[in-house]
């Protein structure tokens, strides 16, 4: 298996432009994870899913973030409109029940 | 509402030392305890991981503790190397499987 896969590695767009994240988990996991690392914050979890259906939102930090999990081989983070403190580095971890997680190599942000 | 601290924030040593690095946790209901590395601009790398029911794990020059009683892990790393310079997480699993990290122990190993 190749990991984690996200997509684009480097992201850099102007403030109020629509940005989405790409993930693609590890087959046979069963639960997908989106975190956000900042200097300031560390790593703080957005939102997870279970089975592709969310579980817990209550780490998104405005409405202007969305995540959807359509099938058990893809998620997506979108951010509309995009905000410069919304620049930070952004992973997808997938893991299974308890078992270690492993994250992509993340997508770091920018926005101006 | 489970809180992870890391101490210390930031260690320097010489090469060839051995070292403990510190993680406390707010709330002993967990299911397991994760140690994972960063190196500068990468992704997150998974070390060891000890279930509650255990009390320590080995891979290597790495060894990591569990006393979920008293909310503590150490991560003890022998014979250090420069390669080992890096950022180190601390991370438990509450009951949700939910992973909830520290805000790490940055390590530089002197040549």
């Known amino acids: 298996d190749a990991g984690v896969i996200q997509s684009p590695r480097h992201e850099v767009t102007e403030m109020g432009q629509e940005v989405t994240l790409r993930c693609k988990p590890i087959?046979?996991?069963?639960?997908l994870f989106w975190y956000r690392q900042t200097m300031m914050r560390g790593l703080e979890l957005l939102i997870y899913f279970n089975n592709n259906v969310p579980i817990d939102d209550s780490g998104m930090p405005e409405d202007r973030f969305s995540a959807k999990m359509p099938n058990a081989s893809f998620s997506t983070l979108k951010i509309q409109p995009s905000e410069p403190r919304d620049s930070a580095v952004y992973f997808c971890a997938s893991s299974l029940g308890d078992s270690f997680y492993t994250f992509g190599s993340g997508t770091r942000l920018t926005v101006v | 509402k489970q809180e992870v601290t890391q101490i210390p924030a930031a260690l320097s040593v010489p090469e060839g030392e051995n070292l403990v690095l510190n993680c406390s946790f707010t709330d002993s209901a967990i299911y397991n305890l994760q140690w994972f590395r960063q190196d500068p601009g990468k992704g997150l790398t998974s070390l060891l991981l000890i279930q509650s029911s255990q009390r320590e794990q080995t891979s290597g020059r790495l060894n990591a503790s569990l006393d979920k009683s008293s909310g503590r892990s150490t991560l003890y790393i022998a014979a250090s190397q420069p390669g080992d310079s890096a950022t180190y997480l601390c991370?438990?699993?509450?009951?949700?499987?939910?992973?909830?990290f520290g805000s790490g122990t940055r390590l530089l190993v002197r040549p």
């Open positions: 087959s046979g996991h069963n639960s």
């Open positions: 991370a438990v699993m509450d009951s949700s499987y939910k992973l909830i």
